[in-house]
């Protein structure tokens, strides 16, 4: 019993704020092995989890052919996983910290032509942006005697919705 309530912690600790399942957008930089320039690519991520397998997907923002992450692995403040794609010699290999709504770290891999590159990685979750989430409105408005009411009102959007009085 009592290894089990020293347990509790560790579990909590894992399960809390560190998830990274969602959507999550940002970039990467990698240094061009030619002139040294930084080259920043726009990318987003997707994680999802089924029972206990984390999955997801890593691609360029606006492009729709996004690679299949595999062997993700969260351990609650660590991200790893690797992608392949069309353009490297090898799996690209994420390590990556997690903390709250932010993942940075660096992806590692060969690329056809350019050799062994270590890139930047840096992701915020897309709600945590201004993402697609809707956003709440609290207003407060004078209804006479009665005191003050609460109005709520989400835009999802920017489509208006019907305006409820609590």
Do not use: C, H, Y
């Not at 062994?116 to 989430?133: C, F, K, N, P």
Request: aromatic share 4%.
């Amino acid at each position: 019993m009592t290894n089990v309530l020293l347990m509790i912690p560790v579990l909590a600790t894992v399960l809390s704020g560190a998830d990274v399942v969602g959507r999550w957008t940002g970039t990467i930089d990698v240094p061009d092995p030619g002139n040294g320039r930084v080259i920043s690519t726009q990318v987003e991520a997707s994680f999802e989890r089924r029972s206990s397998e984390l999955s997801g997907k890593i691609g360029r923002r606006g492009e729709t052919n996004a690679q299949l992450v595999r062997n993700a692995v969260s351990d609650g403040r660590a991200l790893t996983f690797e992608v392949v794609s069309p353009e490297t010699a090898s799996a690209m290999r994420f390590i990556l910290s997690v903390e709250g709504d932010r993942i940075a770290g660096e992806m590692k891999g060969k690329v056809d032509g350019a050799g062994d590159i270590v890139g930047r990685v840096t992701l915020v979750r897309a709600s945590a942006q201004g993402g697609s989430a809707p956003k709440a409105n609290i207003v407060l408005t004078s209804t006479g005697d009665s005191g003050l009411r609460l109005r709520r009102m989400l835009r999802p959007q920017g489509i208006a919705t019907p305006k409820r009085n609590w």
